[in-house]
């Protein structure tokens, strides 16, 4: 049981190791919904809103809470975000949408639909693949190769040079451990910036038609996009693909080898993938926060947000808000309607929505096709991080169909 609402700290990744998190933002929409976190050492406090509603009225809210100081703890409370105003996530107003317009050129859904198949065509290969080894990682074995490869082809970057963008970008967001330190993370988000300027360069001189020649030859407002623009969307590209679909895909496992009763619901046909993918985004939530600054006084909840303070809207609790989902912690592959906000919402919805349900589907898709039984024997290891929920390793079996 958490005692006492003072003395949690959501930005100390230890706190999604150790807590009941169900109990934990239970408690915080119930008595605390509109939460100050306190201060620590030399770390400012912020606030922690939990409530659905009150999350979607702050994501909506881009000009009293801007994203332009930051828009994950980890940048907002160091005061500012190098990429702001170059990279769509920490962008607002006019350049947001002119920029977010052209990358959605490039990942409408209607482009993307044999992207789908793609998807699809590897990640059952991935899971045929484990099937026949009888035992695999399903972190490393197979999550690992599904989105980097889309996001991969999409960019059209060298496959050999894919395994070294997932360990960076593991290590960007989400500490595999407490032993990491956050050099590591420096040094990883800075290898990944050098490798887009290289191969954007590449890109400007020879283009193709993929998603990194679009952004290095595109135009906005007649201009191209400044180099530095160029190499933070790549960046924010690859790092918003790979890892959020990841972590749903090895959540999604962990809870159908939990909750058999729904496995045998999706085995069955009596629900459809694309019903079970939202649920499984909602149950898994990777993404478990996002946040603003406040640029002016915001009333929220009954408290006053004052201009300059940090906003983090949790994700995690809001699909879990009793007021939106009925019986919301049960895992109902069936749920309808599904309001979950694992994408955000309103004008920095992610840009990648249509890709990261293809990814969780297809992961489903396989599941059902090719397994007959899912076997977890081992917790698995969990990411050390305030930001990203999920796993770097986990141990299964799956027993094959019989043909
Ligand atoms: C299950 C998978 C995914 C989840 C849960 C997820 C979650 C999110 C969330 C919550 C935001 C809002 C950020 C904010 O309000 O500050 C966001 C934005 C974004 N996502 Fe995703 N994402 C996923 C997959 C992807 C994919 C596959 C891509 C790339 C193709 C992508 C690229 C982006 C980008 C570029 C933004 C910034 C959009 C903007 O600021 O206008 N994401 N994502």
């Excluded at 420096?186 to 679009?214: C, H, M």
Aim: net charge negative; charged share 25%.
């Amino acid at each position: 049981m958490t005692a006492d609402l003072a003395t949690v700290d959501l930005a100390d990744p230890q706190t999604f190791l150790d807590a009941d998190l169900h109990e934990l933002f239970g408690r915080l929409r119930a008595e605390s919904p509109v939460h100050w976190n306190e201060p620590r050492d030399d770390r400012p406090g912020f606030w922690a809103i939990t409530r659905h509603a009150d999350c979607v009225t702050a994501y909506k809210d881009n000009e009293r809470l801007t994203s332009e100081r930051g828009n994950v703890l980890s940048t907002l409370l160091q005061g500012n975000d190098s990429a702001s105003g170059k990279m769509l996530a920490v962008t607002d107003g006019e350049r947001h949408r002119a920029v977010r317009k052209l990358m959605l050129k490039s990942l409408s859904p209607r482009l993307l639909g044999a992207v789908a198949e793609q998807v699809r065509a590897r990640t059952f290969g991935l899971v045929r693949d484990a099937i026949a080894r009888g035992e695999c990682d399903f972190a490393t074995d197979v999550a690992d190769h599904i989105p980097i490869n889309t996001i991969g082809d999409l960019m059209d970057v060298p496959a050999a040079d894919r395994p070294r963008l997932v360990e960076w970008n593991n290590r960007t967001l989400s500490r595999i451990s407490s032993e990491d330190s956050e050099m590591d993370e420096w040094l990883a988000r800075n290898e990944i910036l050098l490798y887009f300027t290289d191969l954007a360069d590449q890109r400007r001189r020879k283009p193709g038609d993929d998603v990194l020649s679009a952004l290095a030859n595109g135009l906005v407002d007649g201009q191209p996009l400044a180099e530095d623009e160029v190499v933070f969307n790549s960046y924010s590209l690859i790092l918003g693909a790979d890892e959020s679909s990841r972590m749903s895909s090895i959540g999604a496992i962990i809870a159908l080898a939990q909750h058999p009763e729904q496995w045998r619901r999706l085995k069955s046909g009596e629900v459809g993938v694309e019903t079970a993918t939202e649920e499984v985004l909602r149950w898994t939530t990777p993404a478990m926060h996002f946040g603003r600054r406040a640029v002016a006084d915001v009333e929220l909840g009954g408290r006053t947000i004052r201009d300059g303070d940090v906003v983090t809207m949790w994700n995690t609790s809001a699909n879990l808000d009793e007021e939106v989902f009925a019986d919301p912690t049960r895992f109902d592959l069936a749920r309808t309607p599904n309001r979950h906000i694992a994408f955000g919402f309103g004008p920095h919805f992610c840009l990648g929505a249509f890709l990261g349900r293809a990814h969780v589907g297809s992961v489903l898709e396989a599941l059902r096709d090719e397994v007959a039984e899912i076997r977890v024997p081992g917790p698995g290891t969990r990411l050390y991080s305030n930001f990203v929920h999920g796993y770097s390793s986990l141990p299964v079996e799956l027993v094959p169909e019989p043909r």
